[in-house]
């Protein structure tokens, strides 16, 4: 049996997108209802026939819903939460799909019965926006981290997981100031560090622009690459997850001194130790089908 029939989702971009195709794709019979702040996104969505109904309200959008996904910022999931409330219906479960899960828990659960809230977090994205940016298998092999509240429904949060599992994604469970801690290491540090890359290369005086365009394959191409990454979402991530994205910054701040130390001594030894460590963990990364084992990411040469 499918664990929800009538999904309404809020924020029809990348992920919003990439959950309703993924739906229509493994539950075909899912009756999806669609809403976005945005009149020229509802507009694509119509043209595109993401959703069986674009409503313009987010309370329309969620009248009959058994289960409501907002795919919003994460600074915007309050927001959207108080403006479905009063049209939620009593069944409903809510769920979300923000990169910070304590902040979007509170800003929920102060709107919402908290019975009824299951937040989640689909590890799986890319650094483009947009309905049309999305894609069915975006979630597939991937993880999807679900952080219930203390008071979430255990039949509900049953539920959310089987929606995910049924979307291709392997699923685990996780308390929300965990979450927000494992994830400042593997993605907002890695985020912040390459914006800091691109807009220090950005400031060069020495080095014109152009050359560092010309010259990118040199492993600045790769933070570019996640540079590029929706300038709202991730703003509101790094005001979301404040504590743990500092205290991982402390860390970082740590080690670079270390290797600066290393560099400015000559200490050949603790550079190579740290750069074999580093190549362990992306082979593990490789072995464990969280990306692509070909040469240059898979980049096509031709
Ligand atoms: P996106 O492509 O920019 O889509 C977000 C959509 O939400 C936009 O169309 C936006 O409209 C709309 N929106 C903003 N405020 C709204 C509101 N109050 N009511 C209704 N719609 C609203 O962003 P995304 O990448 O799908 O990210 C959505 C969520 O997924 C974020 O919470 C993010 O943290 C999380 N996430 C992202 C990734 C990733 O790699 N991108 C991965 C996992 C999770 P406007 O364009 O008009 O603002």
Request: one cysteine or more; charged letters at 25%.
């Amino acid at each position: 049996m499918l664990p929800f029939s009538r999904v309404s989702i809020i924020g029809l971009g990348l992920i919003g997108s990439s959950i309703a195709r993924a739906v229509r794709q493994s539950m075909p019979t899912v009756r999806l209802t669609g809403h976005d702040a945005s009149a020229e996104v509802r507009e694509i969505a119509r043209r595109i026939d993401l959703t069986d109904d674009v409503a313009d309200t987010p309370g329309a959008a969620v009248i009959d819903a058994d289960l409501v996904i907002l795919c919003v910022p994460v600074g915007a999931m309050g927001d959207v939460a108080a403006a479905i409330a009063a049209d939620l219906p009593d069944d409903a479960i809510v769920s979300d799909v923000g990169s910070c899960k304590t902040s979007v828990a509170q800003a929920l659960s102060a709107v919402l019965p908290e019975a009824r809230v299951v937040p989640a977090h689909p590890v799986a994205g890319t650094e483009q926006s947009g309905p049309e940016a999305g894609f069915a298998t975006l979630f597939r092999g991937r993880w999807c981290i679900v952080t219930p509240l203390p008071g979430s429904d255990a039949a509900a949060t049953a539920r959310v997981e089987e929606f995910w599992r049924r979307l291709g994604a392997e699923v685990e469970r996780m308390a929300p100031d965990h979450h927000d801690l494992v994830l400042a290491v593997t993605s907002h540090l890695p985020h912040l560090i390459a914006y800091t890359i691109v807009g220090t290369a950005d400031d060069l005086e020495q080095v014109t622009q152009s050359e560092v365009i010309k010259f990118s394959a040199g492993g600045f191409r790769d933070f570019t690459r996640i540079a590029a990454s929706d300038p709202t979402m991730w703003r509101d991530v790094f005001l979301a997850n404040k504590d743990a994205v500092l205290e991982m910054l402390q860390r970082f701040s740590e080690d670079l001194s270390q290797l600066q130390r290393a560099i400015r001594w000559g200490d050949g030894d603790a550079l190579f130790d740290r750069f074999a460590r580093t190549r362990a963990i992306r082979r593990s990364i490789v072995d464990q089908g969280q990306d692509d084992a070909a040469a240059d990411f898979g980049r096509r040469h031709d």
